[in-house]
């Protein structure tokens, strides 16, 4: 990175105050967060339900973040100068994560500034009031600016959130895969791994024998014991979505799709159950792709017609699409998880079409010499 000798915002000492919060000192004589650790210097009697809302208390009001502060340099084009945009606050634990988090930010600040001067270039408009971003600096909180700081893994982590970004418009979790190997060279590869992966060890483009095999073992390593009506039984979670069965789609002898059928939920219940089910099927799927593209409200009963499939929430993943949706039956409503890649799903429609075309012009040919 560039040096930052002109930036009046490192001009004096940047400090930033960390979050304070209110304690009564009838019941606290001394806390502490700098290492994470709560001293109490007076014992404190409480029964048990006051011990464990003192303990929720202490787990929403004592944290360990740190407030950090990014700043991004641009230069602009018009003015021939350096500038500083509004300062921006980052939440981590620690520099690392920090720094990852402005890198993060400056990567997208890069790709935002590249398709503008497309959009521009394209329209011949003038680029001069361009700002183009150059670098960043990042404040810790005794306020030194950590933004060249050093850690194992730092290039091919950058390397990772750059790939990832450009290829599929969205940062793939890098602590999977980076730290597990100290010689990452084809990160390529790794996105290619997390596009083809359906759920567990399954992956598109397999044959049906392999992937029945696989839903064995996967349903297998679901499998818990789940108490009803006093009694147990053996059922199938992910997470703490249930499910009954995994439903597997081919073209051309290759596995293009699956459908995750969750447990069946009665009109009586479908208000209280059906959002519990979305909720659960959605922490999971968050989990490694974060928040949904589409973000809709489960559907009303009197909405739905019996038959028709409803999305509720979907993660577009450059090649591959993950939905859950809501099934209406005759009576009864179905949560389903559909992972599946939409470029076939629209050749196999336009095949359908060109079949159908086929045979109505087939069909009216042979009638050409009736009149």
């Not at 003192?54 to 340099?73: H, Q």
């Not at 997390?194 to 598109?204: A, E, H, L, P, R």
């Amino acid at each position: 990175m560039q040096g930052n000798s002109h930036v009046r915002f490192l001009e004096g000492k940047a400090g930033v105050t960390p979050l304070t919060y209110l304690i009564n000192k009838s019941s606290f004589h001394k806390q502490r967060c700098e290492t994470c650790h709560l001293h109490l210097h007076k014992p404190l009697i409480f029964d048990n339900m006051k011990k464990s809302l003192l303990i929720a208390l202490f787990i929403l009001l004592v944290s360990c973040n740190k407030t950090y502060t990014y700043v991004e340099i641009v230069y602009s084009e018009g003015n021939i100068e350096y500038s500083e945009k509004e300062p921006e606050k980052i939440k981590a634990e620690n520099d690392t994560l920090a720094y990852i988090e402005a890198y993060k930010k400056f990567i997208i600040s890069q790709e935002v500034s590249r398709l503008t001067d497309e959009t521009l270039t394209e329209m011949g408009i003038s680029r001069d009031w361009r700002e183009v971003p150059e670098y960043f600096i990042l404040i810790n909180p005794n306020g030194d600016d950590i933004s060249n700081i050093s850690f194992n893994s730092k290039e091919k982590i950058e390397s990772w959130l750059v790939k990832s970004f450009h290829k599929y418009g969205f940062f793939m979790d890098y602590r999977d895969e980076v730290p597990l190997s100290s010689d990452v060279t084809d990160i390529d590869s790794l996105l290619i791994a997390k596009q083809s992966k359906v759920i567990g060890d399954i992956k598109f483009g397999m044959k049906k024998n392999e992937v029945s095999s696989l839903i064995k073992k996967f349903n297998n390593e679901m499998k818990r014991e789940h108490p009803v009506f006093g009694k147990s039984f053996d059922a199938y979670f992910i997470g703490n979505f249930q499910y009954n069965y995994l439903k597997d789609y081919y073209y051309k002898d290759e596995l293009y799709k699956i459908e995750i059928e969750g447990d069946i939920i009665g009109d009586k219940y479908y208000d209280q159950e059906m959002p519990k089910n979305i909720k659960y099927a959605q922490d999971v799927i968050q989990l490694e792709y974060g928040r949904p593209d589409y973000n809709f409200n489960v559907p009303y009963k009197h909405q739905m017609k019996d038959g028709y499939l409803y999305t509720v929430k979907q993660w577009d993943i450059n090649a591959k699409t993950i939905k859950i949706c809501v099934q209406s039956g005759n009576g009864y409503y179905l949560p389903l998880i559909q992972i599946y890649l939409p470029t076939i799903e629209e050749e196999m429609k336009e095949e359908m079409k060109a079949d159908k075309k086929f045979k109505e012009d087939s069909i009216l040919n042979s009638t050409k010499n009736i009149f």
